[in-house]
């Protein structure tokens, strides 16, 4: 990248300055940013001539000076052609700092990454939820791992890192990590981060970025058909555990809210809406979007059964949700007592919510969006793409339009 590249000696006036000399000034402007040095001489301004830069005259002292700014000029030259030649980033003040011999100030990729982390956390429940915590916390382990394994060193400083860097490290990833597709973009993406703040801030007048085009994976939701929900709701466990489990799960598929928003459910977000019927009234943890639910039977069955649970009421909640691995672990269970062929987990619900309870019945995707509270339209879209049903139906309408009008004749063989 070609950055422009200026420099003029300048006199710099103190304030209320009458008369005698003045400090004269080296100013070095790369792509419009500017950085001054002194060179700790002085000049008259009636001697000074301010477009050249030079002192005025041809006495014998004028020349010697004049030669003495011209060695400086060179000497600002070569800086600027060190620094191209050691292919390093080239602004206002690295090319001050190569001419004056002063050490340039690192800025180190780890400790930047891991004062991120530590903001991000004190912001826990004020726009960052605890999962997204623990995501940049495995990032950050990730990267340092990497540059271990390929550096050898514990840190790098950010003006290192180039379009080798990420895709080494992605490398590192697929192969070494052994990570998926879909999760090595995603660390590389909380990486990426990192690097937006180091140029926000000037650290980095270039995107490593520019020229590496991931693409994630198409995945295919897993979600319960009809015939399987209708298994589900009726089976009875003799452990009222598993019951529970069960019933916390179905409400998620009659309402599509994630496991985290289950648990922070209280009365508060129990209310009558609009229609004048019952709704969940709430905010999704992940992206702080509403997400406004009218509750269908199945759901308001399943919340009037456990109104006054001990474990519910103690905590101020609508329902006594388990750990999140303690869910997952009993809907295993609960999988192969209903011979579901599936690897059952709970975020599993919000996918049967989206598809077999609301879409396969005619539910805009407008609406299903909105309900669940996703911030882009396209996101809900992944999951009518999954409905051969709902291919089925609107194909349907078009196979009317196209509907012989008449019955052919049928024409007998010869």
């Known amino acids: 990248m070609i950055k422009t590249f200026f420099f003029i000696f300048f006199l710099k006036k103190p304030k209320n300055y009458e008369e005698g000399p003045v400090p004269i000034y080296l100013r070095i402007t790369v792509d419009g940013k500017r950085s001054e040095i002194s060179i700790k001489r002085e000049a008259d301004p009636n001697d000074w001539n301010s477009k050249a830069g030079r002192l005025n005259g041809k006495s ?18 070569d800086a600027h052609q060190a620094l191209i030649r050691d292919n390093k980033m080239i602004t206002a003040e690295t090319l001050k700092n190569r001419y004056t011999g002063a050490s340039e100030k690192q800025r180190m990729l780890m400790e930047i990454f891991q004062k991120h982390n530590d903001e991000v956390e004190a912001l826990i429940d004020k726009g960052f939820a605890a999962g997204t915590v623990e995501r940049y916390k495995t990032s950050l382990s990730h990267t340092r791992d990497f540059i271990k394994w390929k550096f050898r060193i514990s840190d790098i400083d950010i003006r290192e890192i180039g379009h080798e860097f990420i895709t080494d490290y992605d490398f590192y990833l697929r192969s070494v990590r052994k990570c998926a597709n879909n999760t090595v973009i995603k660390y590389i993406k909380n990486f990426k981060k990192i690097i937006r703040i180091c140029i926000a801030n000037g650290w980095l007048d270039k995107d490593p970025f520019v020229r590496y085009k991931p693409k994630l994976t198409e995945v295919e939701r897993n979600f319960l058909s009809t015939e399987e929900l209708q298994v589900l709701t009726k089976k009875v466990f003799v452990m009222d555990r598993l019951n529970q489990v069960k019933d916390i799960f ?79 672990s009993y809907l295993k269970e609960i999988a192969i007592a209903c011979e579901i062929q599936k690897d059952l987990t709970f975020h ?60 052919l004749k049928k024409v007998a063989n010869k």
Request: hydrophobic share 35%; glycine share 4%.
């Open 250 to 328: 179905i409400f998620s598929c009659y309402t599509g809210l994630a496991y985290v928003d289950v648990t922070k459910l209280t009365p508060s977000n129990f209310v009558i809406g609009i229609d004048g019927k019952h709704w969940i009234k709430t905010h999704r943890t992940k992206t702080d979007t509403p997400s406004n639910i009218p509750l269908l039977p199945p759901a308001m069955e399943i919340l009037n059964k456990y109104k006054d649970h001990p474990a519910a009421v103690n905590k101020g909640r609508l329902l006594p949700v388990l750990s999140n691995q303690r869910m997952n």
């Open 348 to 407: 599993i619900a919000r996918h049967t919510f989206a598809t077999t309870v609301t879409l396969s019945n005619g539910i805009s995707l407008e609406s299903v969006s909105k309900m669940l509270g996703h911030k882009n339209m396209r996101t809900t879209q992944h999951y009518a793409k999954i409905l051969d049903k709902k291919v089925s139906q609107d194909m349907n309408v078009l196979f009317k339009k196209f509907k012989p009008k008449t019955k």
């Open 60 to 77: 014998e002292s004028t020349r010697h000076f004049n030669a003495y700014l011209e060695t400086l000029q060179s000497k600002l030259y």
